[in-house]
């Protein structure tokens, strides 16, 4: 079946650092990947699309000079959180689609700012 | 806009038992239907996808769900629960197979022995 991982899966940093999280699609080419956010004991929110060589199109009340996306090529798309602050602090899962009705989902990131 | 609602954000079944997580929906155009899986600290796994054909879909791990149009609804049942199915279930609803996924708010289901 269709594996996207996500690396980091956890990751510490400090209060105004800069952190990246990699979302990858293993076995097949993704033409499409989302980002969400999921809070604890919350539902995924969605924060952006992404589409490989655009740019990606964020949801209302997501800042996209904080939360910059990369879809450099159709396996790879990146998550950075710039001048990240531990509000940032949540856990970070992407997906990945090829073809319509398929969505596959990373393992997650756990991002802790202290 | 379209939306999901999961009734009851905890159901505990003994194992053994019945197990109904209850989605309905809301949607302008014909749903695509999905539910997920979430185990601690993981991503999602998909169990079962509703995409116009049958009514009744049949997934992973013995689940399966029933589309009733007239009722808005996608519950996700299981005919025996087993421990291992203790986890967080999520239902979702998309436009069209390859948009964003709007999720409920997820049901955690524990599994009493």
């Known amino acids: 079946g269709a594996v996207v991982s996500q690396h980091p899966s956890w990751v510490i940093c400090k209060s105004g650092t800069s952190v990246k999280i990699e979302c990858r699609s293993l076995?097949?080419?993704?033409?499409?990947m989302f980002w969400y956010r999921q809070f604890p004991k919350q539902s995924l929110m969605l924060m952006a699309t992404?589409?490989?060589?655009?740019?990606?199109?964020?949801e209302q009340g997501v800042e996209k000079d904080k939360f910059l996306i990369n879809h450099a090529s159709l396996t790879l798309s990146t998550l950075t959180v710039t001048s990240a602050h531990p509000e940032d602090s949540s856990f970070y899962i992407c997906?990945?689609?090829?073809?319509?009705?398929?969505?596959?989902f990373g393992p997650g990131t756990r991002l802790t700012v202290t | 806009a379209q939306s999901v609602t999961q009734l009851g954000s905890h159901v505990s079944v003994s194992e053994g038992a019945l197990v109904l997580l209850r989605c309905n929906y809301s949607?302008?155009?014909?749903?695509?239907l999905f539910w997920y899986v979430q185990y601690p600290n993981q991503g999602l796994q998909l169990l079962l996808k509703?995409?116009?054909?049958?009514?009744l879909v049949k997934g992973i791990n013995g689940f399966e769900a029933e589309f009733k149009k007239s009722e808005t609804s996608f519950h996700l049942t299981k005919p025996s629960a087993h421990m291992s199915d203790a986890a967080e279930y999520f239902c979702?609803?998309?436009?069209?197979?390859?948009?964003?996924?709007?999720f409920g708010k997820g049901t955690r289901l524990s599994v009493i022995a």
């Open positions: 979702a609803v998309s436009e069209s197979g390859n948009t964003p996924l709007v």
């Open positions: 992404s589409n490989e060589g655009s740019k990606a199109t964020y």
């Open positions: 076995d097949f080419q993704a033409t499409t």
């Open positions: 509703y995409t116009s054909a049958a009514t």
């Open positions: 997906s990945a689609s090829e073809r319509i009705y398929e969505q596959y």
């Open positions: 949607s302008s155009v014909p749903p695509y």
